[in-house]
């Protein structure tokens, strides 16, 4: 199965410790936005997206991103970090599901934990979540992935 995964992590590396973890599992490549190829994503089985959050929305070089993508049909899934936690009626990853269907593309699941954040009032603090992405942050990353590769739909 050939899988892309296109990931923004600019904090503190969060983003891409869980995207390195889902490739492991995924034999995925991992790209920025920058740097993936629009023929690669096409040609891919599989194709991941995720970014942390910032101001309760994923980060915007992702959101573009999916935006110039064309229309067409793919497997994807989307997944994020976040200082916060996730407020069960709109997910953070709630506009890019949205966005993703518009263009034609099954969204399998979505994934999201906790992380290091620094953001404004919490530096002055030293931060909140030090320790996350932890062990068990990066298992359920794992499992999420494995059930994406074994074509069992994970719970999101």
């Known amino acids: 199965m050939r899988t892309v995964i296109v990931c923004v992590s600019v904090s503190h590396g969060n983003t891409r ?83 993703l269907h518009g263009k034609g593309r099954e969204v399998d699941g979505t994934f999201s934990c906790r992380a290091f954040d620094t953001w404004a009032p919490f530096k002055l603090i030293g931060g909140i979540n030090k320790q996350r992405p932890h062990a068990g942050d990066l298992a359920a990353a794992r499992a999420f992935a494995e059930r994406l590769r074994n074509g069992t739909r994970p719970v999101s």
């Open 17 to 99: 410790r869980v995207a390195d973890t889902m490739a492991q599992v995924l034999d995925a490549k991992v790209v920025s936005p920058e740097e993936a190829d629009p023929a690669e994503l096409a040609g891919a089985d599989l194709v991941g997206f995720g970014a942390g959050v910032f101001h309760s929305r994923l980060h915007p070089r992702l959101t573009d991103f999916a935006r110039t993508l064309p229309p067409g049909p793919g497997r994807t899934f989307v997944f994020a970090t976040s200082g916060l936690p996730e407020v069960p009626p709109a997910p953070f990853t709630r506009p890019l599901v949205r966005l």
